[in-house]
């Protein structure tokens, strides 16, 4: 399998893959498409039916999502328990990922991922709205799922893939989750996926960069 990135810095949608891919010990190559460089588009449009990356390519297959990305991997990789067995609990876990990969436009637009930047933002009312969102989703699933782990549903999923980057735009933007209703259990799990040893290889050769 070959994965078709973006630069690892700024990213979010190309980490998310990535993280899957990882957690699952397949056996991957990468290729890394500059973003914001003269040519970028007709580069990745040479790949990617969307024009966007990422982009799988495994054999004749392109997969050009990576929602479905993920979960062709979690399917080809039944082992690697990428989804919890738990069927509530795979539901909600879905459920929580689609809504990272269709909602939040405002936090998205106003703080994109930079693993290089720290910095303190002052926030619109709709990207607020937005971290306030989140804070309930994790504070309501780790209080379901705690016993079973750090992450998510507990043991790591993809939905923890989906919501890494989303971590790394609290920490990048100075964003206190105590501010926005937190009572601790959103930001441990802020601070767990930001520990995550996937995440922090990804991180060390996008600064590397």
């Known amino acids: 399998m070959e994965l078709i990135i973006g630069t690892k810095k700024w990213s979010s949608w190309s980490l998310r893959p990535w993280l899957a891919l990882k957690r699952a010990r397949a056996e991957f190559s990468e290729t890394l498409i ?12 040479a790949v ?3 024009g966007k990356v990422p982009v799988l390519r495994d054999g004749d297959l392109t997969v050009w999502d990576s929602l479905a990305i993920c979960e062709y991997v979690a399917d080809k990789h039944p082992d690697a328990k990428l989804w919890p067995d738990d069927l509530a609990a795979r539901a909600l876990g879905r459920a929580a990922a689609a809504e990272m990969h269709s909602g939040f436009a405002s936090l998205r637009g106003e ?3 930079d ?3 720290t910095t303190h933002a002052e926030l ?3 990207t607020e709205a937005d971290i306030r ?4 989703l994790w504070s309501q699933l780790r209080g379901a ?3 079973g782990g750090d992450y998510l549903l507990g043991r790591w999923s993809i939905a923890d893939a989906f919501f890494t980057p989303v971590a790394t735009r609290f920490r990048s ?13 959103a930001g441990a799990y802020n601070e767990a996926l930001l520990e995550t040893p996937e995440f922090l290889e990804w991180e060390a050769a996008a600064k590397a960069d």
């Open 34 to 45: 500059p973003l914001r460089e003269v040519g970028v588009t007709e580069a990745i449009a």
């Open 124 to 126: 619109s009312e709709a």
């Open 115 to 117: 693993l290089t930047l």
């Open 133 to 136: 969102r989140i804070v309930r």
């Open 111 to 113: 703080c994109p991922m």
């Open 173 to 185: 933007y100075g964003v206190r989750l105590s501010d926005y209703g937190d009572l601790g259990a």
């Open 48 to 50: 990617s039916p969307s």
């Open 145 to 147: 799922y705690h016993e």
